[in-house]
């Protein structure tokens, strides 16, 4: 399978943009679908973006749409989401997962995850 590493979280402010990446290793990343989430304190984890392994095809959670963009580099076995217009109820520990199946990384349950990176936006 494959392992993940997130990178790129930090404070920032309201109105800020932000962009995660995730380092793929072990097998090819391109034949994986890959997906970002988050979890907040006290909350579920949610489900905010996904991508095809092509690259070609994405799917957003109604909360980040417009302002969130997924995207990958097959190349550099990377994963990114740019996230702009940071409100505080972005706050939350980000996650990035992996798998071969894009209906299961779209419904939280991939076979791979990264280990998070904190994004706490503050007002």
């Known amino acids: 399978q494959v392992q993940l590493v997130e990178s790129g979280g930090g404070l920032v402010q309201a109105g800020d943009s932000l962009r995660l990446s995730c380092a793929a290793s072990?097998?090819?990343?391109?034949?994986?679908?890959m997906g970002w989430f988050r979890q907040a304190p006290g909350k579920e984890r949610e489900f905010l973006a996904a991508i095809i392994r092509g690259g070609g095809s994405t799917r957003y959670a109604d909360s980040v749409k417009g302002r969130f963009t997924i995207s990958r580099d097959n190349t550099r076995n990377m994963g990114y989401l740019q996230m702009n217009n940071l409100k505080q109820e972005d706050t939350a520990v980000y996650y990035c997962a992996a798998d071969q199946s894009f209906q299961n990384v779209v419904v939280i349950y991939p076979g791979s995850w990264g280990q998070g990176t904190q994004v706490t936006v503050s007002s």
């Open positions: 072990g097998r090819t990343f391109s034949s994986y679908a």
